[in-house]
């Protein structure tokens, strides 16, 4: 019978994917051919699979400390309250799963705040060596624990910028706290800035593990972790440089990064001077 027919197509060695709409030409009757229409629904697909793993990572990040706090519970209820020795011990690790579990909201709720904003909806002239000097301080223990020495310098100052103040701190946090977290004992971190022509360029270059060049062009995805176990010790969610791309993009800048294994990384924010 000649009828319409719909079918979905991917084109082999390629990416691709066609929506093919087939529908038959009549005339009072007779058959003369058909129409074949092609849409293109690659772009459709990524976001469907990008939405799927998000779901799915969403839901297994928020289960894991779930799960260890409703275990934790379980066992304080069955006696362990009145264990002195232990009591404490697993109330600290339900608080420290709590926090994770706070951080991750935080991040989301970020992410889908930065994400839905057509530009920045705030903009100020901001002094980046205070807001430098101000991170450094929030992370001084974990620098310290690490034996990381960070230090940084401007090619002019004041070194200005003009931005959202509370999303560009956020962006220069989870890159400098990435850079001494993921750094080896006793490491470096640099902070750089300078005015190149019509934009600003500030690095953060570290002397950690790098990383593997396959895993580069997915590194500022959400979720996306290079070395899963070694994040989840740490504590990190895997939002943070998904959320430093987009707090730079709306910004009219962008976010870039050059890493060698065993030698460290780079990442490099450009922004509108």
Do not use: C, W
């Not at 705030?122 to 980046?128: A, F």
Request: no cysteine; aromatic share 6%.
């Amino acid at each position: 019978e000649k009828v319409p027919v719909q079918l979905e197509h991917s084109i082999l060695l390629s990416n691709a994917m066609f929506q093919i709409q087939i529908s038959p030409v009549l005339n009072e009757g007779r058959f003369l051919g058909v129409v074949v229409v092609f849409h293109d629904i690659t772009k459709l697909k990524e976001l469907e699979r990008l939405r799927s793993e998000f779901v799915a990572n969403v839901s297994h990040e928020l289960k894991t400390p779930l799960t260890s706090i409703m275990g934790f519970v379980e066992t304080l209820k069955e006696g362990a309250v009145e264990d002195k020795e232990n009591r404490i011990k697993f109330l600290e690790i339900i608080e420290d799963h709590s926090k994770k579990l706070y951080s991750l909201i935080e991040d989301l709720l970020l992410l889908s705040k930065v994400e839905s904003q057509d530009s920045v909806s705030r903009e100020e002239e901001i002094s980046l060596e205070k807001m430098i000097s101000r991170i450094l301080e929030s992370i001084a223990p974990m620098m310290l624990t690490k034996k990381v020495d960070v230090g940084y310098g401007f090619s002019s100052l004041p070194f200005l910028i003009h931005g959202d103040p509370k999303s560009l701190e956020e962006m220069f946090k989870n890159l400098i706290e990435n850079a001494v977290k993921y750094n080896r004992v006793g490491g470096k971190v640099k902070i750089r800035g300078v005015r190149e022509g019509d934009h600003i360029k500030i690095s953060v270059e570290d002397t950690g593990m790098g990383i593997p060049e396959s895993d580069l062009p997915r590194i500022f995805e959400r979720f996306y972790r290079v070395d899963k176990s070694r994040s989840s010790d740490t504590g990190g969610s895997g939002l943070g440089l998904s959320i430093a791309k987009h707090v730079a993009e709306k910004h009219g800048g962008r976010i870039q990064v050059q890493s060698t294994l065993e030698k460290g990384s780079v990442f490099t924010v450009y922004l509108p001077s």
